[in-house]
């Protein structure tokens, strides 16, 4: 903690104006909707994709009283009670408060970078070297610019050790990250394709990451990835299958699950029995090894505790729950830091007002007041109905304003007790530190999922929703759709995101949609796109906006409001241009101004048509028409009317190829869920992966015939494998003999006879495969849906309920 009045001096700042100097700063923030202790927090106005000057007011009407500026905000002007300093640059402001901090300790930091594998082998390193001291490791997603600033901010007197991750996406960012965190010993994990395009070639990437160990008294990595002339002034340990090495890898066996690796350290043989099988796991695992060498810990210890690595879930998940309730499963690490990025992502949680936590004891909380005040500051700062503690029990937990408390001295005594917990309509956070295994206590509370799981990663879902803002101009509004359960991807899960992503609108295909988004806690305004008469009392009392497209429906529904004794009900006016499905013809827009003067039950909120064939070039003749009819028709509207209302006609091909068809508003639907139909942007990520298990395997002679109708003959000896996924999940039965390809440990497999209706048969003869395995049902979902004649938008839709969705967020 620091005063205000010593930030300024570590920042070079210039203070407009401090009325409270002594003011204690514990708190950096710089999201408005990341707020827990306002009056010790920091606020930096940074300008990421938003301007973060926009936000002073908000973060102010939440309390916070300081704030780091670089322009001139009138809002601050007449505010006498705030603290205001003013830099040139916020960004680096941040950075060098994080590197100050950071100089004040002198326990060992280690900063790992490389382009893959980096967060795994900080998590195993934890996991090893927390048998005996305490570590501190990042938060998985805080490796940027600004995230390794806010890591280095939680860092504490207590620890003795901590690991650092540090990631960079383009040439000029490791010089800022290396200057903050300044590791003793520095890792270079492996150097894969990951984030290449932003470099001219892999020796400019190697040279930009190795600016991170600039002042390390010690490089640590593999020599295949880090050739030695690369680093000729500095201690390196290199691992790899040169004699020369340092620790020198040698024979490997797998033998069932595990692998033993034969490797020579100082001209001694030792072997190494790894609980994985797959190279990259066994490439972490060395550097895990490598690192430990180097922190002096002897090879019997490190082979004991390299054999109790366990596979780490590290993302957090959102998963269904017993009693209608939503787990949050972040049972991986617990530290302050982390502690508030899954209280964050609970807090986004609106589908139950009940929210609850299960806590573990964390490391450093025992006689360190400013510590637990900490903790309980937060913890008060979230209006949490239960708290489950789990560990040494503190006065201060007592305290806590938290109506529900629970005191258990070990997991073990919980499990026994949980079954009089009732736990029911409710978002159930369970954070934990790795020993305190609360993977127990989710197993006991998520439902279980049947093998076949669509994965839905949340962060790729926010990165897509950033690049298509980055297309579009800021005045511009976003819609997004959240038809058909999200194109697949689930319901409030999605639209919490979104809202608190803050876009402008969400759409639905039906009321009952809109209205189960409601019941969910979703506030923001809903559009339905194809209403029913019948649903005229759901769509008011939900609040819901109706697509308004023909006259017999307008007149319904304003007979209807009429009824009700509504006035101003905000409507969807739609357009057909061209699609010919619903919408009013151009010619009939005098009529519909007509008929709206004539009344006070409505509003025209928006104005839209649909563009039939806005990805297609052969079509732009088309698509050009139809973005001119509707402009007329808009002009012609608004002119009637006498009042502005919001013009759009964009859908995701359309913003992208559209520019002049963006208007008020675009309707972003099938981009946002990461597939790139127009095969445009380098940076789309994946949404959703579908995946299931091989649940048997068999040999099989040539001749025999595999599934119903002995559709699938076998040309020679094979081996076959059996996996729960089948038409009644979404997987097509045209995807039968040969024409789907499913994906096994990096290999694609064909299907093989006829799809069933809850499994189906994969050829397996090429390939190594054990019962257990994982398979990707869609290696390539645009491919997939090529090989059956469709589009993706229909595969996705078709996964079927009962297939389990998990969201998962960093
Ligand atoms: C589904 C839909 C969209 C979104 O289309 P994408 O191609 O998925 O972006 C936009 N507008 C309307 C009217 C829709 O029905």
Same mark, same amino acid.
């Given at each position: 903690?620091?005063?205000?009045?010593?930030?300024?001096?570590?920042?070079?700042?210039?203070?407009?104006?401090?009325? #409270?100097?002594?003011?204690?700063?514990?708190?950096?923030?710089?999201?408005?909707?990341?707020?827990?202790?306002?009056?010790?927090?920091?606020?930096?106005?940074?300008?990421?994709?938003?301007?973060?000057?926009?936000?002073?007011?908000?973060?102010?009407?939440?309390?916070?009283?300081?704030?780091?500026?670089? %322009?001139?905000?009138?809002?601050?002007?007449?505010?006498?009670d705030v603290n205001v300093l003013k830099v040139h640059d916020t960004l680096k402001a941040l950075q060098d408060l994080a590197a100050y901090h950071r100089k004040q300790f002198h326990f060992p930091i280690i900063g790992i970078t490389g382009s893959n594998g980096k967060s795994?082998?900080?998590?195993?390193?934890?996991?090893?070297?927390?048998i005996d001291k305490k570590v501190y490791q990042s938060p998985k997603s805080y490796n940027s610019q600004i995230g390794v600033a806010l890591s280095l901010w939680n860092l504490q007197g207590h620890y003795d050790l901590a690991i650092i991750e540090a990631g960079i996406s383009?040439?000029?960012?490791?010089?800022?990250?290396?200057?903050?965190?300044?590791?003793?010993?520095?890792?270079?994990?492996?150097?894969?394709? *990951?984030?290449?395009?932003?470099?001219? $070639?892999?020796?400019?990437?190697?040279?930009?990451?190795?600016?991170?160990?600039?002042?390390?008294?010690?490089?640590?990595?593999?020599?295949?990835?880090?050739? %030695?002339?690369?680093?000729? #002034?500095?201690?390196?340990?290199?691992?790899?299958?040169?004699?020369?090495?340092?620790?020198?890898?040698?024979?490997?066996?797998?033998?069932?699950?595990?692998?033993?690796?034969?490797?020579?350290?100082?001209?001694?043989?030792?072997?190494?029995?790894?609980?994985?099988?797959?190279?990259?796991?066994?490439?972490?695992?060395?550097?895990?090894?490598?690192?430990?060498?180097?922190?002096?810990?002897?090879?019997?210890?490190?082979?004991?505790?390299?054999?109790?690595?366990?596979?780490? /879930?590290?993302?957090?998940?959102?998963?269904?729950?017993?009693?209608?309730?939503?787990?949050?499963?972040?049972?991986?690490?617990?530290? &302050?830091? $982390?502690?508030?990025?899954?209280?964050?992502?609970?807090?986004?949680?609106?589908?139950?007002?009940?929210?609850?936590?299960?806590?573990?004891?964390?490391?450093? &909380? /025992?006689?360190?007041?400013?510590?637990?005040?900490?903790?309980?500051?937060?913890?008060?700062?979230?209006?949490?109905?239960?708290?489950?503690?789990?560990?040494?029990?503190?006065?201060?937990?007592?305290?806590?304003?938290?109506?529900?408390?629970?005191?258990?001295?070990?997991?073990?005594?919980?499990?026994?007790?949980?079954?009089?917990?009732?736990?029911?309509?409710?978002?159930?956070?369970?954070?934990?530190?790795?020993?305190?295994?609360?993977?127990?206590?989710?197993?006991?509370?998520?439902?279980?999922?049947?093998?076949?799981?669509?994965?839905?990663?949340?962060?790729?879902?926010?990165?897509?929703?950033?690049?298509?803002?980055?297309?579009?101009?800021?005045?511009?509004?976003?819609?997004?759709?959240?038809?058909?359960?999200?194109?697949?991807?689930?319901?409030?899960?999605?639209?919490?995101?979104?809202?608190? *992503?803050?876009?402008?609108?969400?759409?639905?295909?039906?009321?009952?949609?809109?209205?189960?988004?409601?019941?969910?806690?979703?506030?923001?305004?809903?559009?339905?796109?194809?209403?029913?008469?019948?649903?005229?009392?759901?769509?008011?009392?939900?609040?819901?906006?109706?697509?308004?497209?023909?006259?017999?429906?307008?007149?319904?529904?304003?007979?209807?409001?009429?009824?009700?004794?509504?006035?101003?009900?905000?409507?969807?006016?739609?357009?057909?241009?061209?699609?010919?499905?619903?919408?009013?013809?151009?010619?009939?827009?005098?009529?519909?101004?007509?008929?709206?003067?004539?009344?006070?039950?409505?509003?025209?909120?928006?104005?839209?048509?649909?563009?039939?064939? $806005?990805?297609?070039?052969?079509?732009?003749?088309?698509?050009?028409?139809?973005?001119?009819t509707y402009s007329q028709s808009a002009k012609l509207l608004e002119d009637g009317l006498g009042y502005n209302f919001i013009r759009h006609v964009a859908n995701t091909s359309g913003i992208v190829r559209w520019p002049e068809a963006h208007f008020d508003m675009v309707r972003?639907?099938?981009?946002?869920?990461?597939?790139?139909?127009?095969?445009?942007?380098?940076?789309?990520?994946?949404?959703?992966?579908?995946?299931?298990?091989?649940?048997?395997?068999?040999?099989?002679?040539?001749?025999?015939?595999?599934?119903?109708?002995?559709?699938?003959?076998?040309?020679?000896?094979?081996?076959?494998?059996?996996?729960?996924?089948?038409?009644?999940?979404?997987?097509?039965?045209?995807?039968?003999? $040969?024409?789907?390809?499913?994906?096994?440990?990096?290999?694609?497999?064909?299907?093989?006879?006829?799809?069933?209706?809850?499994?189906?048969?994969?050829?397996?003869?090429?390939?190594?495969?054990?019962?257990?395995?994982?398979?990707?049902?869609?290696?390539?979902?645009?491919?997939?849906?090529?090989?059956?004649?469709?589009?993706?938008?229909?595969?996705?839709?078709?996964?079927?309920?009962?297939?389990?969705?998990?969201?998962?967020?960093?």
């Amino acid at each position: 903690m620091y005063s205000i009045g010593k930030v300024n001096e570590i920042v070079g700042g210039m203070a407009i104006r401090i009325p #409270n100097s002594d003011q204690q700063i514990s708190e950096l923030v710089y999201d408005s909707r990341k707020i827990s202790l306002p009056e010790e927090s920091l606020f930096f106005a940074l300008s990421a994709t938003r301007d973060g000057h926009e936000f002073i007011a908000d973060a102010y009407n939440q309390g916070i009283r300081s704030f780091i500026i670089s %322009k001139d905000v009138p809002f601050l002007m007449d505010k006498t009670d705030v603290n205001v300093l003013k830099v040139h640059d916020t960004l680096k402001a941040l950075q060098d408060l994080a590197a100050y901090h950071r100089k004040q300790f002198h326990f060992p930091i280690i900063g790992i970078t490389g382009s893959n594998g980096k967060s795994i082998v900080k998590a195993w390193l934890t996991q090893m070297l927390s048998i005996d001291k305490k570590v501190y490791q990042s938060p998985k997603s805080y490796n940027s610019q600004i995230g390794v600033a806010l890591s280095l901010w939680n860092l504490q007197g207590h620890y003795d050790l901590a690991i650092i991750e540090a990631g960079i996406s383009e040439p000029g960012e490791m010089d800022a990250l290396a200057a903050m965190i300044k590791p003793d010993i520095g890792v270079f994990t492996n150097l894969g394709i *990951a984030h290449a395009q932003h470099f001219k $070639s892999k020796e400019e990437k190697l040279a930009e990451k190795l600016k991170l160990f600039k002042e390390s008294n010690l490089l640590i990595a593999g020599s295949s990835y880090v050739p %030695k002339e690369m680093v000729e #002034n500095k201690p390196l340990f290199s691992w790899g299958y040169l004699e020369q090495d340092d620790l020198q890898l040698l024979e490997q066996q797998q033998v069932g699950q595990e692998t033993q690796l034969d490797i020579q350290y100082k001209g001694s043989i030792h072997q190494l029995k790894i609980p994985f099988t797959d190279k990259a796991s066994i490439e972490n695992v060395v550097s895990c090894v490598a690192i430990m060498l180097n922190l002096q810990y002897d090879i019997a210890n490190i082979q004991q505790r390299v054999y109790g690595l366990k596979p780490l /879930e590290m993302r957090l998940q959102l998963k269904k729950g017993i009693n209608n309730s939503s787990i949050i499963d972040d049972s991986y690490s617990n530290d &302050l830091a $982390s502690l508030k990025i899954s209280l964050d992502f609970l807090q986004q949680q609106n589908q139950y007002q009940k929210k609850s936590i299960i806590l573990s004891e964390m490391d450093g &909380l /025992e006689e360190n007041e400013k510590f637990q005040k900490k903790l309980s500051e937060i913890l008060n700062g979230q209006s949490l109905k239960r708290l489950i503690w789990v560990g040494k029990d503190y006065d201060f937990l007592t305290a806590l304003h938290i109506p529900e408390k629970l005191f258990y001295p070990t997991t073990a005594s919980l499990l026994e007790d949980l079954h009089n917990i009732s736990i029911e309509k409710e978002s159930v956070l369970i954070k934990g530190a790795r020993i305190f295994q609360f993977e127990k206590v989710v197993e006991r509370l998520a439902l279980r999922s049947h093998g076949t799981v669509l994965d839905i990663n949340l962060n790729a879902l926010t990165n897509n929703l950033m690049v298509y803002r980055s297309l579009i101009p800021p005045q511009v509004k976003l819609m997004t759709m959240v038809k058909a359960f999200s194109y697949g991807s689930g319901s409030f899960e999605v639209a919490n995101l979104l809202q608190f *992503a803050k876009v402008d609108y969400l759409t639905v295909a039906f009321a009952d949609e809109g209205v189960e988004l409601r019941s969910a806690g979703i506030t923001l305004p809903i559009m339905v796109l194809s209403p029913d008469a019948d649903t005229f009392s759901a769509l008011i009392k939900h609040d819901l906006e109706p697509e308004v497209y023909s006259m017999s429906f307008l007149n319904d529904f304003i007979a209807f409001l009429k009824d009700q004794q509504i006035k101003s009900y905000k409507i969807h006016l739609k357009l057909d241009t061209g699609m010919h499905r619903l919408g009013f013809f151009p010619e009939e827009i005098p009529a519909v101004i007509d008929r709206l003067k004539s009344q006070d039950q409505v509003v025209v909120q928006s104005f839209f048509t649909h563009l039939v064939a $806005s990805g297609d070039p052969k079509q732009d003749e088309f698509t050009q028409y139809q973005i001119d009819t509707y402009s007329q028709s808009a002009k012609l509207l608004e002119d009637g009317l006498g009042y502005n209302f919001i013009r759009h006609v964009a859908n995701t091909s359309g913003i992208v190829r559209w520019p002049e068809a963006h208007f008020d508003m675009v309707r972003l639907g099938i981009g946002l869920y990461g597939v790139d139909m127009d095969r445009k942007l380098e940076n789309l990520e994946q949404v959703s992966t579908l995946r299931t298990t091989v649940t048997q395997l068999k040999e099989l002679k040539a001749g025999e015939t595999i599934g119903y109708d002995r559709k699938g003959v076998l040309h020679r000896d094979s081996k076959i494998a059996t996996v729960k996924i089948g038409y009644a999940d979404g997987y097509n039965r045209r995807f039968g003999q $040969s024409v789907g390809k499913m994906q096994i440990n990096g290999k694609l497999v064909p299907t093989v006879g006829s799809i069933c209706m809850d499994m189906c048969m994969l050829d397996v003869t090429d390939i190594e495969v054990k019962e257990g395995d994982e398979v990707l049902v869609f290696p390539d979902l645009m491919q997939a849906s090529k090989d059956i004649g469709t589009i993706p938008y229909e595969l996705l839709v078709n996964i079927s309920g009962r297939v389990k969705r998990v969201y998962y967020y960093e």
